[in-house]
């Protein structure tokens, strides 16, 4: 830095941002490479809905089974959408 | 049992190929029969940074194609006994690397005796970098302090943990080891450069060395040396302590703090 750069004010700190849009950015591109789905998932999805036909009546594209990563935590969602009640 | 070393980056212009020229040469210092091999086919550099681009006459691919044998194609290295070069084609394309032949070369050094193969990548991950990797026993991962450099070497991580043929046969993984180049102290120590512990921070392996940004690379460049043999050098010693490190020995971080600049560097800027 020379005196100059003193009335021209410091330069600016960036390594700081370069490391937080790196972090954010290689969380989402290591979810997309490391997170296919387990092979579990289809078999599981069949088993339920099975399971569920047996005491209503759902369409099989009423359940929806999702594996979601987050950080080091995994979220195994199960979104069942039920019928209208036929009144 | 020879080891294959691939040193690979994803990005291009970091350091991989003066990396392999140095690492090379260091391991064939130490004594060990060491022969380094350019994959970047049709872009062949290892053989002017080694300083041998005039005694070509047979390539890496036509060893594959077998128009030549291993012996006809190594160049012996002039400045260090046990050390050879295998260059890549100039001419033909990256299609010409197949895995089977690849395979055949790397068993056939193996048979020769080589301590170690050091596999110099293309940049990129086509069929070069792919081919450079797929047998590796250990990686050198090259990454400078910069966006694109690291996230391009994210990707090649997650490329050696899957598309490798230790992680196809699931076999123990390659051995990761991440090397800096291109490190400046200074300007981290102004907030402009990711720092080293940034960087592994964010990639998560090992580190082995830490290259400073050094007008050292250039001149040995120009003259076909690797940058390992310039006496005295932070460049040299730097490289030196990275074969120290991967040959198992402890050393600790030179090169990596920021210099106070003189009174009147501070008064007249650089």
Redesign the interface.
């Known amino acids: 830095m020379s005196w100059l750069s003193l009335f021209l004010g410091e330069k600016k700190q960036t390594a700081s941002i370069a490391k937080d849009r790196l972090q954010i950015i290689l969380a989402h591109e290591r979810s997309g490479r490391h997170a296919s789905e387990p092979d579990y998932l289809p078999q599981l999805q069949r088993e339920l809905i099975a399971v569920i036909s047996k005491y209503v009546h759902v369409n099989p594209g009423d359940i929806r089974v999702n594996l979601e990563r987050q950080d080091n935590l995994e979220v195994l969602e199960v979104k069942i959408e039920l019928p209208e009640k036929q009144r | 049992m020879s080891k294959i070393v691939v040193v690979t980056s994803g990005k291009g212009g970091v350091g991989k190929t003066t990396t392999s020229a140095s690492f090379a040469a260091g391991l064939a210092l130490k004594g060990f029969k060491t022969v380094v091999i350019d994959f970047d086919v049709g872009l062949r550099n290892l053989d002017l940074i080694m300083g041998c681009e005039r005694r070509v006459v047979y390539d890496f691919i036509n060893v594959i194609h077998q128009e030549a044998n291993l012996n006809q194609a190594l160049i012996k290295d002039k400045q260090c006994e046990g050390l050879y070069v295998l260059a890549a084609s100039q001419t033909r394309d990256k299609d010409a690397l197949s895995q089977e032949g690849v395979e055949r070369v790397l068993n056939d050094l193996a048979g020769m005796g080589f301590d170690y193969i050091v596999c110099d990548s293309p940049a990129g991950i086509e069929t070069g970098a792919l081919m450079a990797m797929h047998y590796a026993d250990e990686a050198l991962v090259v990454t400078n302090p910069?966006?694109s450099s690291?996230?391009d070497s994210?990707?090649i991580l997650?490329m050696l943990s899957?598309k490798t043929r230790r992680a196809i046969e699931g076999r123990e993984a390659i051995k990761e080891h991440l090397l800096i180049t291109r490190y400046n102290p200074n300007r981290?120590q102004?907030?402009?450069?990711?720092?080293l512990q940034?960087i592994q921070?964010?990639l998560r392996i090992p580190l082995i060395g830490v290259i400073p940004e050094s007008e050292t690379v250039l001149q040995a460049s120009n003259q076909g040396l690797p940058a390992v043999h310039m006496q005295g050098t932070e460049v040299s010693e730097a490289y030196k302590d990275v074969i120290e490190r991967f040959l198992g020995q402890e050393r600790t971080l030179r090169f990596v703090d920021a210099q106070k600049p003189s009174l009147l560097k501070?008064?007249?800027?650089?």
């Open positions: 910069e966006v690291v996230r994210d990707r997650g899957s981290v102004e907030g402009q450069m990711l720092s940034d921070d964010i501070r008064l007249f800027g650089r």
